[in-house]
């Protein structure tokens, strides 16, 4: 599971984890299975302690809510996409990259639905991800989008007065289409719809954001 890539056996000082760490950690294991197999809609106390083989109590002395156990699930969600964004290759022109950008998003968003959905909507009534939290992650994440786009200006490929913004723009537009193509996609079969594939649906999102960056040149 990715969910493994954020968790140890170990502490930090190499030493392996106490029996509350471990049990924290069989927590939130439960939890992204149910995210990732039941969705969103799942993650309720009951289903996650029963899920981990333990209480419902251990959730509150461990996390202090179920809320803490859906940040951790939102801030772990943030590091892979920024893994996913991180990974895009410089070495072409600053618009192609920003349009490389705009397709990582969507393929991580199409891979991990319930995860995105927990991450950018409110899935869960009553949960947002504190605000110390929310920032620290957009900062690594809508940071990557908002330095591709000050070198297109730079590079005279766009023309822009203010790179957040723009990036801003960019995201918006981007976030519609890919919650368009995740409500799409919970639904029946669409006869006849124009995109009938992934590979139609690349080509669709290129060209939106080709589109949506002209707007900018």
Not at 148 to 160: D, F, K, T
Request: charged share 25%; with cysteine.
């Amino acid at each position: 599971m990715l969910y493994h890539c954020y968790t140890t056996s170990t502490s930090a000082g190499g030493d392996p984890i106490s029996p509350r760490e471990a049990a924290a950690e069989r927590l939130l294991e439960a939890a992204w299975e149910l995210l990732t197999t039941e969705g969103p809609a799942s993650l309720t106390t009951r289903r996650i302690a029963e899920r981990a083989g333990t209480s419902t109590m251990s959730i509150y002395s461990r996390y202090g809510s179920k809320d803490g156990i859906l940040e951790e699930l939102y801030t772990q969600g943030m590091r892979m996409l920024e893994d996913e964004l991180a990974a895009v290759p410089g070495g072409t022109d600053a618009r192609a990259r920003i349009i490389e950008l705009g397709s990582a998003y969507r393929r991580f968003a199409v891979a991990n639905p319930g995860l995105y959905s927990l991450m950018f909507e409110r899935p869960v009534p009553g949960f947002t991800p504190s605000g110390e939290t929310r920032l620290e992650a957009l900062g690594r994440t809508f940071g990557i989008l908002v330095s591709a786009m000050e070198e297109a200006s730079v590079e005279g490929l766009i023309r822009i007065a203010d790179a957040i913004e723009t990036s801003y723009l960019f995201w918006a537009a981007l976030h519609g289409m890919v919650s368009l193509e995740l409500t799409h996609a919970e639904r029946d079969d669409l006869p006849g719809w124009f995109i009938d594939g992934q590979e139609a649906a690349e080509r669709v999102y290129e060209h939106g954001m080709d589109i949506v960056l002209d707007g900018f040149s």
